[in-house]
């Protein structure tokens, strides 16, 4: 049985520490009739994540075009003006040198197309969201990519990104595995976020085992911060024995 997401978002608040409240994200292949449709423009998808900490509402696929690339690598069907103003933003970014124009096919995108999304507290979700997004400090990222057991040495740590920000997404719902990222520009512009917090995309297939693990290794933690503490302490009486030896 799945755990509720209400008590997944008390979990990732309580044991990490989060400033910000976790966000559940849902690919729509309708519009939710119980859910309100976004009332405002917004200038980007990242926008919407802010947007979504004040409650559930569905944003269709015409509301994240003011971004044309974020509208891409959410998977949306873009209408041919936007296809030009993509064209042209993505020239304007390889002509600054912002990104390289071999990057460009390798950015992660959304592969079945969709209506729009249903953003909001995960709290507010009553079935695992397609994705959970989490603003974490460097200390938080660490406990979580452990709990998900993404920097494992037997295997080649991966899901760290860039710009764009939002690929981090794309990544996470593709290859069922949680995707970082340190943002991009026009993330963090249009988030207003912290400069001290990075994003990460939990995909729902990681949601069960991570109730379980991030709990275990929360104790972990404990223990092995006892054990450096410890050692410091040793390390101190060694000291003061060494200066009075003098």
């Given amino acids: 049985m799945a755990v509720p997401c209400s008590q997944i978002e008390s979990l990732l608040t309580e044991t990490l520490g989060l400033q910000r409240p976790p966000l559940g994200l849902t690919f729509a292949h309708a519009p939710p009739k119980d859910i309100p449709a976004l009332d405002e423009i917004v200038p980007s998808a990242c926008a919407m994540w802010t947007r979504a900490e004040t409650g559930l509402f569905f ?37 600054a040198n912002y990104v390289r124009e071999e990057e460009l096919a390798l950015v992660p995108k959304i592969s079945e197309s969709t209506v729009g999304i249903i953003y909001g507290p995960l709290s507010q979700f009553s079935l695992h969201p397609d994705l959970v997004l989490l603003w974490l400090s460097p200390k938080q990222s660490m406990i979580m990519s452990e709990s998900c057991g993404s920097i494992n040495w037997s295997n080649i740590p991966q899901g760290l990104f860039g710009r764009p920000g939002c690929a981090s997404l794309a990544y996470a719902a593709t290859q069922k595995q949680p995707g970082q990222s340190l943002g991009c520009v026009g993330m963090r512009i249009n988030t207003e976020i912290n400069d001290d917090l990075m994003l990460m995309a939990v995909p729902k297939e990681s949601l069960d085992s991570l109730s379980v693990e991030l709990p275990a290794l929360a104790k972990i933690h404990k223990d092995m911060e006892a054990h450096y503490l410890k050692r410091i302490e040793h390390v101190s009486t060694l000291r003061s024995r060494y200066t009075g030896d003098l």
């Fill in 59 to 95: 944003a269709p696929a015409s509301s994240h075009y003011h971004c044309p690339l974020g509208a891409m690598v959410m998977g949306f069907d873009l209408p041919d003006e936007q296809t030009a103003l993509l064209q042209d933003e993505l020239g304007m970014m390889c002509g």
